[in-house]
């Protein structure tokens, strides 16, 4: 199985900050990753796919980069409603497989 | 607009079989190139991929619980059915269910269902 680390598991900021999340994939992944974000007592809300593709209304302050094993999801000028756990997701092979996840909260 | 929504037990008993109904909205299970995913979530937990099934009836099953998961379609109800034997109290967890459209380039989970928070306990 491809094993898919996130790094740090738990990050501290300010409004108005910016952040950068890192996934690391254990095999190569070309670029089939996913970032979710998720609040408490919610389901995951699909922000990005291909590594770098924001879906539809997701707001241009997310951005996502990488390819191959290391991926980074960013966050700029962060918001209160943006305080959550993010999760990546590799969709390359089967079995599916998730990061641990990184969770963001206030300073 | 797609939506999915999970239905089932909220409370199973060891050794019980947990039953899990994912009905979709604004897509047919039967549409080429459509599948639905189960996922679940232990509390406190990451996620956890557990099952696909396509528009053409294939399936794919997490290595770890293939012997314990089947899942079916219900077509007539546009519906998409998970089964999990002998459950366990580790298996607690909020199970989702999410639409995933095959194709060169695709293959993420979008959209998710609300989710439903599954309890086994004697």
């Known amino acids: 199985d491809i094993q898919m680390t996130q790094s740090p598991s738990s990050l501290s900021a300010s409004v108005g900050d910016s952040v950068t999340l890192t996934c690391r994939a254990s095999?190569?992944?070309?670029?089939?990753v996913a970032w979710f974000q998720q609040k408490p007592g919610g389901a995951p809300k699909s922000l990005i796919y291909?590594?770098?593709t924001l879906h539809s209304g997701v707001p241009s302050k997310f951005s996502g980069s990488g390819s191959g094993t290391d991926f980074t999801l960013t966050i700029n000028s962060l918001q209160p409603e943006d305080f959550a756990t993010y999760f990546c997701q590799q969709y390359y092979v089967y079995p599916f497989t998730f990061g641990p996840g990184t969770i963001l909260d206030f300073k | 607009q797609i939506t999915l929504k999970e239905s089932g037990p909220t409370l199973v008993k060891p050794t019980q079989t947990l039953t899990l109904t994912c009905t979709l909205s604004?897509?047919?299970?039967?549409?080429?190139?459509?599948?639905v995913g189960w996922i679940r979530q232990p509390p406190g937990k990451a996620l956890e991929w557990l099952a696909v099934v396509y528009w053409d009836y294939n399936k794919r099953y997490s290595p770890s619980l293939r012997s314990r998961l089947s899942v079916t379609k219900d077509t007539s109800k546009n519906q998409v059915v998970l089964t999990m034997t002998n459950m366990d109290p580790v298996d607690t967890a909020t199970y989702f269910c999410?639409?995933?459209?095959?194709?060169?380039?695709?293959?993420?989970?979008?959209?998710w269902g609300q989710g439903t928070l599954v309890t086994v306990s004697s």
């Open positions: 604004g897509v047919s299970v039967t549409e080429r190139g459509v599948s």
């Open positions: 999410a639409h995933r459209r095959e194709g060169p380039g695709q293959g993420w989970f979008h959209p």
């Open positions: 291909g590594a770098s």
């Open positions: 095999e190569d992944i070309r670029t089939y």
